[in-house]
C-alpha cells in the first residue's frame, strides 16, 4: 500500500469538549458477536457515540505531528517523512487541545479500573502527558521502547532516535487497575520487567496485508495487552492504523474496537483480523465504507 494517508485532507479535529453521547453509530465492519468492529470516521466523532464507562483498556498512537517535509531513509533509501493531512500539526496549543479532546473521550469510555496507554515522540508525547494530568489520570508507568535498528540520522547533525515513550495511565486517581505481574516477571526471565523494553520495528510478515507508514510491532501491543487486559476485557484503539492493536486483540481473547479515517487503513485492518480468525471472512460489512465526518 502507497502511504494512502496523503490523500486524506482531514485535519487533524479541531479541540472540542467531548458531546457526552451521541447516538449510535454502525461500524464499517464487525465480527460475529461484536468481536471485533471497525468504525471509519473522526475518532472525537465515534468514540462521542459509543457508551460511557465500557473499555477496559485503549491503547493509542495518535498523531505525533512529525510531517513536516523533512527526510529520513527507509530501507536505505531517502525517503519523506510526511505520513498524511492527519499528521501535520496545527500549532503548539491547538495541537495540546487536540490531545486533551481526544483524552477526555477516551476517559468517558474507561471503565473505572480501566487503563489508557500513549504512545509518542518527543514531539507529542509532554503535551499528552500535561493533559492526562489535566484531566486527572493516574500516571502509572512510562515506558521506554528501544529500537536496536532504527533508521540512520541522514543529516548527521543528530544523534540518531532510537526510542518512543508510552505512557500508561489509570482512569483516575480512585482506579485499581489491572497489572499481570507475574506474567510480566515470567516473561522477562523470573525477574520484574522494567520500564525500558528493546523491540525490534515490525517485520515484512506483519506487512504481508499492506503498508502503513506507522505501524507498531505486534510483540509491543501483545506486551501491553497482556500487561493490562483482565480476562476476556473490551479493547479501543481510536487511532486504529493498521490494526496492530486489533490482531494482538483477538490473538490475546479479548473483544476490540478500532477508529481511523482512512478507508485504506479500515480494510487492511479488516484483512489483517481475517488473517487471525478465518471463520470471520464472511462477516459482511454492516455498511459500505463511508466516511463519517464531524
Ligand atoms: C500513528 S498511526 C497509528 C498506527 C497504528 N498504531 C498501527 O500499528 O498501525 C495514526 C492513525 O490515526 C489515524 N488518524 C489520524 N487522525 C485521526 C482522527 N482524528 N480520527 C481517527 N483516526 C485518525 C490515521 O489515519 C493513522 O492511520
Same mark, same amino acid.
Given at each position: 500500500?502507497q ?96 490531545? =486533551?479532546?481526544? /483524552? #477526555?473521550a @477516551? ?9 489508557i496507554?500513549? %504512545? &509518542? !515522540? ?6 499528552v ?74 517485520g515484512?510478515?506483519?506487512k ?14 501483545? =506486551?501491553?495487552? /497482556? #500487561?493490562? @487486559? ?11 492504523? %493498521? &490494526? !496492530? ?26 484483512r489483517?483480523l ?21
Open positions: 500500500m502511504d494512502s494517508a496523503q490523500a486524506v485532507t482531514t485535519a487533524p479535529t479541531k479541540a472540542t469538549t467531548p458531546t457526552p453521547e451521541a447516538a449510535p453509530m454502525t461500524p464499517a465492519w464487525s465480527a460475529p458477536e461484536g468481536r471485533a468492529r471497525l468504525f471509519l470516521g473522526d475518532a472525537l466523532t465515534v468514540l462521542g457515540a459509543l457508551p460511557a464507562a465500557s473499555v477496559d483498556v485503549i491503547f493509542a498512537d495518535p498523531p505525533y505531528f512529525l510531517s513536516n517535509g523533512g527526510m529520513t531513509c527507509r530501507a536505505g533509501k531517502r525517503t519523506s517523512v510526511d505520513k498524511g493531512a492527519w499528521d501535520r500539526s496545527q500549532g503548539v496549543e491547538q495541537n495540546h487541545e487536540f490531545n =486533551r479532546a481526544w /483524552l #477526555a @477516551c476517559q468517558r469510555l474507561l471503565r473505572p479500573n480501566g487503563t496507554w500513549v %504512545s &509518542g !515522540t518527543g514531539h507529542v508525547i509532554y503535551s502527558g500535561y493533559a492526562m494530568q489535566q484531566l486527572g489520570f493516574k500516571q502509572l508507568n512510562e515506558i521506554v521502547w528501544e529500537k536496536p535498528n532504527p533508521p540512520p540520522n541522514l543529516s548527521c547533525r543528530y544523534f540518531t532516535h532510537a526510542t518512543e515513550s508510552i505512557l500508561w495511565a489509570a482512569r483516575d486517581r480512585k482506579s485499581k487497575h489491572h497489572f499481570e505481574y507475574n506474567k510480566m516477571r515470567q516473561a522477562n526471565g523470573g525477574t520484574q520487567m522494567k520500564t525500558v523494553w528493546r523491540m525490534t520495528a515490525p515484512k510478515s506483519e504481508a496485508h499492506g503498508r502503513h507508514p506507522t505501524q507498531k510491532p505486534l510483540t509491543l501491543l501483545e =506486551r501491553i495487552l /497482556l #500487561a493490562s @487486559c483482565p480476562p476476556g476485557s473490551a479493547v479501543l484503539d481510536p487511532f486504529n492504523g %493498521s &490494526g !496492530t492493536t486489533g490482531v494482538a486483540a483477538v490473538r490475546l481473547g479479548h473483544s476490540y474496537t478500532g477508529v481511523d479515517l482512512d478507508p485504506e487503513y479500515i480494510e487492511l485492518t479488516r489483517r481475517i488473517a487471525e480468525r478465518p471463520e470471520w471472512e464472511h462477516a459482511a460489512a454492516t455498511k459500505p465504507v463511508l466516511r463519517v465526518v464531524a
